[in-house]
């Protein structure tokens, strides 16, 4: 904290807002701060992110309804089927339970795919009404915000909105990014920042 991240991501996001279509493509600018949002009355930082995006581009509030609906649905991963049923019962009820959790994680993969393509189909028709070329969303202050919702937040970019003509730029510390992958998922130290390379494609320091 305190290095200029913040700063340098402000100066692009000016500069990309006033440059001339004669010096680039023509973008739309987005600006995120996840750590406003933790303490919200909806928790997943995806969901306040699909808000924000959609303050900016401005698709249809129906459609801006369905993917905030979806995220909810993905967020809370494959449903608690088990507290329908006695485990401790006969086999036949051990049965209905991997049915069930087998339907849950089955409608989970398919929310997943339909969130992409309708995402991926938002974005492309927002775009070409602004005749625009590029989504840039602009990402400040991540690991300000608690270590399980940061992770869950950067899988959500790579598994669900890395879509055609979107970009997502990302102003953060490696270091306490990766400790808190670590921390989430019981890695040893350094790996952290390796499972973060599977993420974000890029660096610049």
Same mark, same amino acid.
């Given at each position: 904290w305190g290095s200029g991240k913040s700063t340098i991501l402000h100066y692009i996001e000016q500069h990309?807002?006033?440059?001339s279509v004669a010096d680039y493509k023509k973008v739309t600018v987005?600006?995120?701060?996840?750590?406003?949002?933790?303490?919200?009355?909806?928790?997943d930082l995806l969901y306040a992110l699909i808000n924000c995006i959609g303050k900016e581009i401005k698709p249809t509030q129906k459609i801006l309804k369905d993917l905030t609906k979806d995220v909810i649905t993905i967020g809370s991963?494959?449903?608690?089927? $088990?507290?329908f049923v006695d485990i401790q019962a006969t086999a036949?009820? %051990?049965?209905?339970?991997?049915?069930?959790? %087998?339907?849950?994680?089955?409608?989970? $993969?398919?929310?997943?795919?339909n969130f992409r393509k309708k995402f991926e189909e938002v974005v492309s028709n927002v775009l070409k009404k602004k005749q625009a070329d590029k989504l840039i969303v602009l990402i400040d202050d991540l690991d300000r915000? %608690?270590?399980?919702?940061s992770v869950k937040l %950067?899988?959500?970019?790579?598994?669900l909105l890395s879509v055609e003509k979107s970009l997502f730029f990302l102003a953060i510390d490696q270091r306490v990014i990766g400790e808190m992958i670590e921390k989430k998922?019981?890695?040893h130290y350094g790996y952290g920042r390796e499972y973060l390379t599977k993420i974000i494609h890029y660096y610049y320091e």
């Open positions: 990309l807002r006033e440059k987005v600006h995120f701060e996840p750590w406003k949002y933790e303490y919200s009355e909806q928790k991963g494959i449903l608690r089927a $088990i507290r036949k009820d %051990l049965e209905l339970v991997e049915n069930l959790i %087998l339907s849950e994680h089955e409608r989970w $993969i398919d929310s997943v795919e915000c %608690l270590p399980d919702n %950067l899988e959500g970019f790579k598994n998922y019981g890695l």
